[in-house]
């Protein structure tokens, strides 16, 4: 079992950005029943330090909201992670200390996260890694993260594209013909997850309600 440090001054930070940020009650998720033209959905992704949820941090969060195909918003945070950035994650992402040192920390910018993603359904591709970064983040300052369906699009791309070699998030965008620009960074691989699941549904029109893709690809 991880176990993940508790903040108290975190926890202090958490909750007054949460009261400045205007969150009360979340919004429900959408019902299973809803059609997936009707549902709003934010492709995210994280950089982090490391591999490790119990020791090492967030750097950058990269969000991108869209419904019916259509692009709403697009969104990216830099975190300060309160301690060194290894030099083998700096050369996969390209994040600095000196990029995050006037950064804020998780705890002060996970209400705009939560805002951002409030009444939403989630994806990101291996979504177990990101969704346990978010998790152990929030824990540390003892809190939840607000309640929203998370889709593995890692998982559904392996159904709906079936006999490919890898399924890795560039390689699959390659063999989809998804151009990626840009360097390996939160916000561009959010982008790049956002055009796999769209691909994905117009691969697997069988797909029509939230329910589908919950049963097929929900962590």
Request: net charge neutral; aromatic share 8%.
């Amino acid at each position: 079992m991880h176990r993940v440090r508790i903040d108290p001054l975190a926890c202090a930070l958490l909750l007054a950005a949460r009261c400045a940020a205007g969150l009360g009650p979340a919004a429900g998720p959408p019902a299973r029943s809803t059609p997936l033209n009707e549902v709003t959905f934010v492709a995210f992704d994280i950089e982090t330090t490391g591999l490790s949820r119990a020791h090492d941090r967030i750097v950058e969060i990269g969000a991108v909201k869209f419904r019916a195909g259509k692009r709403l918003e697009a969104r990216s945070w830099l975190v300060n992670p309160d301690g060194p950035i290894p030099a083998a994650a700096q050369r996969i992402h390209g994040i600095t200390p000196d990029m995050v040192a006037d950064a804020p920390r998780f705890e002060q910018i996970g209400p705009a996260f939560e805002a951002f993603v409030q009444g939403t359904v989630l994806i990101a591709h291996n979504a177990p890694f990101d969704h346990a970064f978010l998790a152990a983040e929030y824990a540390r300052c003892r809190a939840a993260p607000r309640a929203c369906p998370v889709l593995d699009s890692l998982r559904l791309s392996r159904q709906w594209f079936p006999g490919l070699e890898r399924y890795a998030l560039q390689p699959l965008a390659r063999e989809l013909n998804i151009p990626f620009t840009g360097p390996h960074r939160a916000l561009a691989d959010a982008a790049c997850v956002e055009a796999v699941f769209l691909a994905g549904l117009r691969a697997a029109p069988q797909f029509q309600t939230l329910g589908d893709l919950l049963d097929a690809g929900a962590l």
